[in-house]
């Protein structure tokens, strides 16, 4: 397995950027780009030179940082091929299931649509990490703008399916504590899931990022992903209701929550 070396930060205010370097290849890897100050601190502090920037979907707090990072580091930008229209200073673009080769580091591109359209989730599975832009959250997931509930439940047991359990995952977002909190209130009786989320709220106390988590944690707590599973529906008051109904009515009652 190739060992990637990672960095993760907040920008602007619940943002997180993210730096991976393939410790084989060196080729170094930025996710999103929500302000290029962040990034070209972490690379003056690790001395890394970066070559690749890949963007998960194309709205604003994950791009705006993109061409003044581009610009001072020259490296080359790959992205969803549904954001061609939406996001400037794009070098490459990529459809579902194409596979990236950088450096000799193998990047697998999902599409996860629902909270908008263009959204690829990236897999490197020689590192075992996943970044899943504003797909799937720790705790939690991404609201549905562009898409239907539909689709962003399919978007969601499609990572389930193709993402292995020890995959460390990184998302777009530190929602981790207001996403505990509504788990919570759909599954108060969940001890591993209280313990999780005093956990949480002790690391927040602290200010200290959540994540990453990983897959088999948020397969076991993360009430979106658990719509599958019968007896959380039955908890729910939908038992043998379809799993995308379970996560339609999981997801309505977040967004007034």
């Not at 490459?92 to 263009?118: C, I, S, Y």
């Not at 504590?177 to 690391?203: C, H, I, K, T, Y």
Request: aromatic share 6%; proline share 5%; charged share 25%.
């Amino acid at each position: 397995m190739t060992r990637l070396a990672r960095r993760q930060f907040i920008c602007l205010t619940d943002n997180y950027g993210v730096l991976l370097k393939d410790e084989v290849s060196h080729t170094v890897i930025a996710i999103d780009v929500p302000d290029a100050a962040p990034y070209l601190q972490e690379l003056r502090e690790t001395g890394w030179r970066l070559t690749h920037i890949l963007i998960t979907h194309h709205h604003w707090d994950h791009v705006q940082g993109l061409s003044a990072l581009k610009e001072a580091t020259g490296a080359k930008v790959i992205g969803p091929a549904l954001s061609r229209d939406k996001v400037q200073d794009l070098d490459d673009v990529v459809e579902d299931g194409d596979t990236l080769n950088l450096g000799g580091l193998r990047v697998d591109a999902l599409a996860t649509p629902g909270h908008t359209l263009d959204q690829i989730s990236w897999h490197f599975p020689e590192g075992g990490v996943a970044h899943t832009g504003d797909t799937l959250f720790s705790l939690g997931c991404g609201r549905v703008f562009e898409g239907d509930l539909e689709m962003m439940w399919a978007s969601l047991a499609k990572l389930m399916r193709q993402l292995p359990d020890e995959t460390v995952i990184y998302c777009g977002h530190e929602y981790t504590l207001s996403n505990g909190r509504f788990a919570l209130a759909m599954d108060p009786d969940n001890a591993a899931l209280r313990q999780r989320v005093q956990e949480v709220e002790r690391l927040r106390s602290e200010h200290l990022p959540t994540l990453p988590t990983t897959m088999a944690r948020e397969k076991a707590l993360n009430p979106f992903l658990r719509a599958g599973d019968p007896a959380f529906a039955e908890k729910l008051g939908m038992a043998g209701a379809a799993p995308a109904e379970v996560f339609a009515k999981l997801r309505i009652a977040k967004d007034t929550f």
